[in-house]
């Protein structure tokens, strides 16, 4: 994905004719636009540990991977980040194994998170195409967990704390640029 | 969440807006200082959220478009040109993210839309736009006048004022910008949408909004 926006040789242009300060604000419209914003927030809230995974993310941008996409099906089920929201909720860990594919280019990477004992978490992943891979575990605060896939692309992590995590994937050949997840919560 | 208690109508009293707080962030960033922008990340993220989620993206998509919007900021870090900017181009960064990822999610359902069992609509899978706060939050009569009377406001009416709401006033232009009013008559149009809104309101009955 092309983050980059164009630059915008009329920024400073459109920031002069865009808002006059001495404007038709007054307090009434002050008011009621304050009042909005609470009724935005509480329509659609801002996802509890966004700025968690957002701000982890970012210590994890100087690995120079570049971020693959993940891919969320419109099953009934509504998405994995939904269940474990859910779950926390009412503070009881989701029983059923969670599944999230994620894509970069040609690479397939698709993770299955499921309970191991202690509450923990295990991941089984796959990678097609099914190179050798080395795939990282990333979280906040504690050593790296390396990995490698087997021949038909099949890694594990068999029992990781819950939290935020981040797995990064690199060929073994050092072929390709490394690649990551987005930060999610296990 | 964000400033917008203190920053409105008329209180700019401690002179430093969000736009202003990015633009130090950035600049601290590239100095070696990583605090400021931890700092922003809390304070804009609910900004970029309500930005990405305005497109009708998706709530799993979405958390990921605003991450990795982040993410793209610290990559370019050093080549922003214009640190003052920093607020806009967070915004529009977002909301391009925002627009491929709704683009993406059209062609996945279109591909999808080939089963027989699916019905040519799919409104199932329809992102939802427009989430209403809950029955708790609406308790306040003003609350459900000012909500239901957004609602009669034109899309881009509701989507600026939605945002410009979560900002501090001199920022608009940012937000405005961003959402791409038409330029020169940006800050007229919030001006209409408000005035619309206003309206709208005085018609609800006599209420006093201060």
Request: with cysteine; hydrophobic share 40%.
């Amino acid at each position: 994905m092309d983050l980059t926006p164009e630059p915008n040789k009329d920024d400073e242009a459109v920031g002069d004719l865009s808002f006059d300060p001495k404007g038709v604000l007054d307090a009434g419209d002050g008011a009621v636009l304050t009042r909005l914003a609470h009724l935005v927030e509480a329509a659609d809230p801002v996802p509890d540990d966004l700025v968690e995974r957002s701000l982890f993310a970012i210590t994890l941008a100087g690995l120079e991977a570049e971020m693959m996409e993940a891919v969320y099906l419109d099953a009934p089920l509504a998405g994995v980040r939904g269940a474990a929201a859910a779950a926390r909720a009412d503070d009881t860990a989701p029983a059923e194994a969670k599944t999230i594919t994620f894509t970069h280019d040609s690479l397939t990477v698709m993770i299955s998170l499921s309970p191991a004992a202690g509450g923990k978490v295990r991941i089984d992943g796959w990678a097609a195409p099914a190179a050798g891979l080395s795939v990282e575990l990333h979280r906040p605060g504690v050593d790296v967990v390396t990995t490698a896939s087997d021949e038909d692309g099949r890694f594990a992590f068999e029992a990781v704390e819950r939290g935020r995590a981040s797995l990064v994937v690199r060929r073994i050949d050092g072929g390709g640029g490394a690649v990551s997840t987005p930060v999610i919560e296990l | 969440m964000t400033g917008s208690r203190e920053a409105l109508p008329d209180v700019d009293g401690s002179g430093l807006t969000l736009g202003d707080r990015a633009a130090i962030a950035l600049t601290e960033y590239r100095n070696g200082n990583h605090q400021a922008l931890g700092e922003l990340v809390r304070e804009a993220t609910p900004l970029l959220w309500h930005t990405v989620r305005a497109q009708g993206v998706e709530q799993d998509t979405a958390e990921d478009v605003v991450q990795s919007t982040w993410v793209a900021l610290v990559r370019h870090a050093d080549t922003i040109a214009e640190p003052k900017a920093v607020l806009k181009w967070l915004l529009v960064t977002a909301k391009r993210a925002a627009w491929e990822a709704v683009r993406k999610h059209r062609d996945d359902e279109k591909r999808r839309t080939e089963l027989p069992d699916d019905s040519p609509e799919h409104p199932t899978s329809l992102p939802a736009k427009d989430p209403l706060p809950d029955a708790q939050v609406l308790r306040d009569e003003r609350d459900r006048i000012l909500w239901t009377s957004l609602q009669k406001l034109p899309g881009r009416c509701q989507e600026l004022l939605r945002l410009v709401s979560l900002a501090d006033r001199p920022d608009y232009r940012y937000i405005s910008a961003a959402i791409g009013m038409p330029m020169g008559s940006i800050g007229s149009t919030r001006g209409r949408c408000l005035a619309k809104l206003r309206t709208i309101l005085d018609e609800q009955g006599d209420f006093s909004w201060t």
